[in-house]
């Protein structure tokens, strides 16, 4: 239900509709692992989502002696009330709102936390042909919030999701330890969008069924999934703004020459089949090494972007008997 856009360049990784249900336990310790829960019109929910990025990178310009190495850090918090306002027969979220509580963030070249939108502030999302459409309160959002919501929430028509079921799933019950492969050839259609390609072959990953934890005041199950892509195609040159020698850096079109990610996600899922996640974490890593030109001389770049997010139930958190564990 929230996710973020996966693998451009100084964006967020990420997940589709990332909810859990397990079985109760049987007589043999084993368990029912789904990793797709279905959307109802009036489900409900009170969020929060923290998520940072830090990026590292160094340009080498041809005629210039030493590389220029920088570092950028962002990210934000938000704690808002989701509600499914229409979903289809297939249990695919179509439409939601969210009505801010709070939501501050630190932009990649100011330190200072500044609000993202006011406390109350509703936003209606819908699930566009190609785009998540989005209004903050019955207007278009300007570029700044437009840039966040399609961080935290996009929707998509039932014939253009990928089920998390599909890709780390497991139609065996597991026990507490076991692990199972991925499905790469989903995971390539999940990781994959308009700008570049992940292809089977690249992909490897695994999941875990980790153990038994309380949090929320809830029996969990807790999962973790593995998952590392050693290349994309990319398809399409990749627009930004590169750090110069000079005091006006301007936009231009460079080539990534690789790309390669990494990410760990954990789950904590309530294990009393209400269909609910308590609590996600994930961090991705990805690598790029970039070439370009930008007034006269040729330049070679690479970047390391790494966004780490948890997002947890808030809905009744007085009542939480202990907090995850860190995740490694």
């Given at each position: 239900?929230?996710?973020?856009?996966?693998?451009?360049?100084?964006?967020?990784?990420?997940?589709?509709?990332?909810?859990?249900?397990?079985?109760?336990?049987?007589?043999?310790?084993?368990?029912?692992?789904?990793?797709?829960?279905?959307?109802?019109?009036?489900?409900?929910?009170?969020?929060?989502?923290?998520?940072?990025?830090?990026?590292?990178?160094?340009?080498?310009?041809?005629?210039?002696?030493?590389?220029?190495?920088?570092?950028t850090i962002?990210?934000?918090?938000?704690?808002?009330?989701?509600?499914?306002?229409?979903?289809?027969?297939?249990?695919?979220?179509?439409?939601?709102?969210?009505?801010?509580?709070?939501w501050t963030?630190?932009?990649?070249?100011?330190?200072?936390?500044?609000?993202?939108?006011?406390?109350?502030?509703?936003?209606?999302a819908r699930?566009?042909?190609?785009?998540?459409?989005?209004?903050?309160?019955?207007?278009?959002?300007?570029?700044?919030?437009?840039?966040?919501?399609?961080?935290?929430?996009?929707?998509?028509?039932?014939?253009?999701?990928?089920?998390?079921?599909?890709?780390?799933?497991?139609?065996?019950?597991?026990?507490?330890?076991?692990?199972?492969?991925?499905?790469?050839?989903?995971?390539?259609?999940?990781?994959?969008?308009?700008?570049?390609?992940?292809?089977?072959?690249?992909?490897?990953?695994?999941?875990?069924?980790?153990?038994?934890?309380?949090?929320?005041?809830?029996?969990?199950?807790?999962?973790?999934?593995?998952?590392?892509?050693?290349?994309?195609?990319?398809?399409?040159?990749?627009?930004?703004?590169?750090?110069?020698?000079?005091?006006?850096?301007?936009?231009?079109?460079?080539?990534?020459?690789?790309?390669?990610?990494?990410?760990?996600?954990?789950?904590?899922?309530?294990?009393?089949?209400?269909?609910?996640?308590?609590?996600?974490?994930?961090?991705?890593?990805?690598?790029?090494?970039?070439?370009?030109?930008?007034?006269?001389?040729?330049?070679?770049?690479?970047?390391?972007?790494?966004?780490?997010?948890?997002?947890?139930?808030?809905?009744?958190?007085?009542?939480?008997?202990?907090?995850?564990?860190?995740?490694?």
């Amino acid at each position: 239900m929230i996710l973020p856009n996966h693998h451009l360049p100084l964006a967020i990784l990420l997940l589709a509709a990332l909810a859990l249900t397990a079985s109760p336990t049987r007589g043999d310790d084993t368990y029912t692992v789904r990793l797709s829960r279905r959307d109802r019109r009036g489900d409900k929910d009170v969020i929060e989502r923290v998520s940072g990025r830090l990026v590292n990178d160094s340009t080498k310009y041809e005629g210039v002696a030493e590389p220029i190495e920088r570092e950028t850090i962002s990210g934000y918090r938000l704690v808002a009330d989701f509600k499914v306002l229409d979903a289809d027969d297939a249990g695919n979220s179509l439409s939601e709102a969210l009505t801010i509580r709070s939501w501050t963030a630190t932009e990649e070249y100011d330190d200072a936390e500044s609000p993202v939108l006011p406390r109350g502030a509703k936003v209606v999302a819908r699930a566009g042909s190609e785009k998540t459409q989005y209004t903050v309160d019955g207007a278009k959002p300007n570029k700044r919030v437009l840039r966040h919501l399609e961080s935290v929430l996009s929707l998509s028509p039932a014939d253009k999701v990928v089920h998390n079921d599909d890709v780390f799933g497991s139609k065996e019950r597991r026990k507490i330890g076991e692990t199972w492969p991925i499905n790469r050839e989903k995971a390539a259609e999940l990781y994959s969008d308009d700008q570049s390609i992940a292809r089977p072959q690249d992909i490897s990953g695994t999941v875990t069924l980790v153990g038994l934890e309380t949090y929320n005041g809830r029996r969990c199950l807790r999962i973790a999934a593995d998952v590392k892509i050693d290349k994309f195609q990319i398809l399409e040159p990749v627009t930004t703004k590169p750090t110069t020698p000079t005091t006006a850096p301007s936009p231009l079109k460079m080539t990534v020459v690789s790309l390669l990610m990494s990410n760990h996600t954990d789950w904590l899922v309530d294990l009393e089949g209400e269909r609910q996640r308590e609590w996600i974490s994930f961090s991705s890593i990805y690598h790029y090494v970039m070439e370009g030109s930008y007034g006269g001389p040729r330049f070679h770049t690479v970047q390391t972007v790494r966004r780490d997010t948890q997002i947890r139930s808030l809905r009744d958190v007085a009542t939480t008997a202990t907090a995850p564990a860190p995740v490694p």
